[in-house]
């Protein structure tokens, strides 16, 4: 499984929905999309200002971490970006890669 971290921002519309369900329903339909899509909510807190929702989630793969992207975004309730996470061993194996690159103009 991979992590990504999500950012989210509510519309006007999105907004007038938390209002009436609330934080808790909120954090819950995310938690049950989530699943749907074979992964855990791992973390869900909202914010001042943009972004209002930072989510951290664990889900199979890239491919499902985009449908979700594609999904919310579609939706017109809010606004989201997906930064994947790596750890600090997947870097340590990324620093023992050896890469073929040459700097513009070197």
């Known amino acids: 499984m ?4 999500i950012k989210s ?4 519309e999105g907004t007038k929905g938390l209002l009436k369900e609330g934080g808790s329903a909120r954090r ?3 938690a ?3 699943q749907g899509m074979g992964g855990k909510l791992e973390v869900f807190y909202f914010a001042f200002g943009e972004p209002d929702v930072f989510t951290i989630m ?9 449908a979700i992207s594609l999904v919310v975004n579609s939706k017109g309730g809010a606004r989201v970006s997906i930064t994947p996470l790596i ?3 997947e870097i340590d ?4 890669k ?3 690159y040459r700097a513009p103009g070197a």
Request: aromatic letters at 6%; hydrophobic letters at 50%; charged letters at 15%.
């Open 2 to 5: 991979a992590k990504y971290l």
């Open 9 to 12: 921002t509510y519309t006007t």
């Open 28 to 30: 819950a339909a995310v």
């Open 32 to 34: 049950q999309m989530v």
């Open 58 to 66: 664990d889900v199979p793969d890239a491919i499902s971490a985009a």
């Open 87 to 89: 750890t600090p061993e």
């Open 93 to 96: 194996a990324a620093c023992k």
């Open 98 to 100: 050896s890469v073929a």
